[in-house]
């Protein structure tokens, strides 16, 4: 049974950072793509960043340069550092996994299993 937990949410001011983990379990973490996704408010979901099974890295364009995302397969672990935060990036953060190892994608509909998602609210 896969399980993935985050944690690391909060409130922050514009400008101000934070890490957000998420903690695997139930699957071989090594040969997963792992993906963080957001949700605002009457927002669909979108997607944040990826990172492969060899560390690869995706990002949209709204995030690149601020977020970086990586992993540490000895924790089964997946982080998300955020940098200059905007009042925008406030939304619920999930992390999320694939369905089948060695598979990796950008949309909702690429990953199965979800985390139960952190809240992040960025004060202006």
């Known amino acids: 049974q896969v399980q993935l937990v985050e944690s690391g949410g909060g409130l922050v001011q514009a400008g101000g950072s934070l890490r957000l983990s998420c903690a695997a379990s139930?699957?071989?973490?090594?040969?997963?793509?792992m993906g963080w996704f957001r949700q605002a408010p009457g927002k669909e979901r979108e997607f944040v960043a990826a990172i492969s099974w060899s560390s690869s890295t995706y990002y949209p364009d709204s995030v690149k340069g601020r977020f970086t995302i990586s992993r540490d397969n000895t924790k089964n672990t997946v982080s998300l550092v955020m940098n200059s935060l905007k009042p925008e990036d406030t939304a619920v953060y999930s992390c999320?996994?694939?369905?089948?190892?060695?598979?990796?994608?950008?949309?909702?509909?690429?990953?199965?299993?979800w985390g139960q998602g952190t809240q992040v609210t960025v004060s202006s």
């Open positions: 999320a996994a694939p369905p089948l190892q060695l598979r990796l994608g950008t949309r909702v509909g690429d990953y199965t299993y």
């Open positions: 139930g699957l071989t973490f090594s040969r997963y793509a």
